[in-house]
T-cell receptor, first 114, second 111 residues
Framework: KAGVTQTPRYLIKTRGQQVTLSCSPI?????VSWYQQTPGQGLQFLFEYFSETQRNKGNFPGRFSGRQFSNSRSEMNVSTLELGDSALYLCASSLAGNSGNTIYFGEGSWLTVV | GESVGLHLPTLSVQEGDNSIINCAYSNSASDYFIWYKQESGKGPQFIIDIRSNMDKRQGQRVTVLLNKTVKHLSLQIAATQPGDSAVYFC??????????FGGGTRLMVKP
């Protein structure tokens, strides 16, 4: 069974540009969540989608957005990139959203903003 | 791959010894806890989980202990091997799939 797949793995963008990251969850998983990982702030929750609806949102500015498609695949978008957006962006999937459903992570997308 | 979390607390152990990694969590309403292992350049890998109605759970070479009174989690790794070298994170969950992570501990295994 394939794990959580994220694309692209590495990308470099210029300040002010926008970026879209993609995530394919484990087959059968309906919940997808996104995290940002930086050396200074650690792992921080961005948002979670379940059945195409955003269920939870972290404390990030509106430049960070996401969506989920009917096949549970998800994308996140960051507009007007800033240098501080350079980070590892991680996608995680789970069967549902109930307590006790194991949450699995992908390998992440490394974003560098220059 | 790049490193994340360059200034983490570090636990250094000898190969074959047991390792204990500790974590304090923040929300007494959290009902599910997970330990993840992250190797350089990779995403977090699930190790073991525990629900709040348990105080101990064992896996292969790993044991998680939960003390709700003091909001403390620990991960015990038996017979630590060089392949266990990584950064270990605890995470708590109390709403949907929103995880709150600890700062992480770097485990270094000396051969």
């Amino acid at each position: 069974k394939a794990g959580v797949t994220q694309t692209p793995r590495y990308l470099i963008k210029t300040r002010g540009q926008q970026v879209t990251l993609s995530c394919s969850p484990i087959s059968g998983h309906r919940s997808v969540s996104w995290y940002q990982q930086t050396p200074g702030q650690g792992l921080q929750f961005l948002f979670e989608y379940f059945s195409e609806t955003q269920r939870n949102k972290g404390n990030f500015p509106g430049r960070f957005s996401g969506r989920q498609f009917s096949n549970s695949r998800s994308e996140m978008n960051v507009s007007t990139l800033e240098l501080g957006d350079s980070a590892l962006y991680l996608c995680a999937s789970s069967l549902a959203g109930n307590s006790g459903n194991t949450i699995y992570f992908g390998e992440g997308s490394w974003l560098t903003v220059v | 791959g790049e490193s994340v979390g360059l200034h983490l607390p570090t636990l250094s152990v000898q190969e074959g010894d047991n390792s204990i990694i500790n974590c304090a969590y923040s929300n007494s309403a959290s009902d599910y806890f997970i330990w993840y292992k992250q190797e350089s350049g990779k995403g977090p890998q699930f190790i073991i989980d525990i629900r709040s109605n348990m105080d101990k759970r064992q896996g292969q070479r790993v044991t998680v202990l939960l003390n709700k009174t003091v909001k403390h989690l620990s991960l015990q790794i038996a017979a630590t091997q060089p392949g266990d070298s990584a950064v270990y994170f605890c995470a708590e969950k109390y709403a949907g799939n929103m995880l709150t992570f600890g700062g992480g501990t770097r485990l270094m295994v000396k051969p």
